[in-house]
């Protein structure tokens, strides 16, 4: 296993990781590089998270620096383009 401290808490209905953490990756400190690096690293389990990376979309990232080392703090959205529209039956038009 090459992460074995990570865990994860699964989606009842899809069998896929909602959320995963553990310990640290290495990833570079450049904010410029690292949304491609994450993208590389994710790309190697597809089955992982069953989202194409055309779906992905970074919504936030901050570097957490601390005196013992640092970290980022990523969060990728899923977009999800529809065929069509959907409309509010409820709305008050």
């Given at each position: 296993?090459?992460?074995?401290?990570?865990?994860?808490?699964?989606?009842?209905?899809?069998?896929?990781?909602?959320?995963?953490?553990?310990?640290?990756?290495?990833?570079?400190?450049?904010?410029?590089?690292?949304?491609?690096?994450?993208?590389?690293?994710?790309?190697?389990?597809?089955?992982?998270?069953?989202?194409?990376?055309?779906?992905?979309?970074?919504?936030?990232?901050?570097?957490?620096?601390?005196?013992?080392?640092?970290?980022?703090l990523v969060f990728f959205e899923q977009?999800?383009?529809?065929?069509?529209?959907?409309?509010?039956?409820?709305?008050?038009?």
């Amino acid at each position: 296993m090459e992460h074995p401290t990570w865990q994860a808490r699964f989606d009842q209905f899809t069998g896929r990781p909602y959320r995963a953490w553990g310990a640290g990756v290495p990833f570079t400190n450049n904010e410029a590089e690292l949304e491609n690096q994450l993208r590389q690293w994710l790309a190697q389990w597809p089955q992982l998270t069953g989202v194409k990376d055309s779906a992905l979309r970074l919504r936030d990232l901050a570097l957490n620096e601390t005196e013992t080392g640092s970290s980022w703090l990523v969060f990728f959205e899923q977009i999800q383009v529809l065929a069509r529209p959907i409309e509010n039956d409820l709305a008050g038009d």
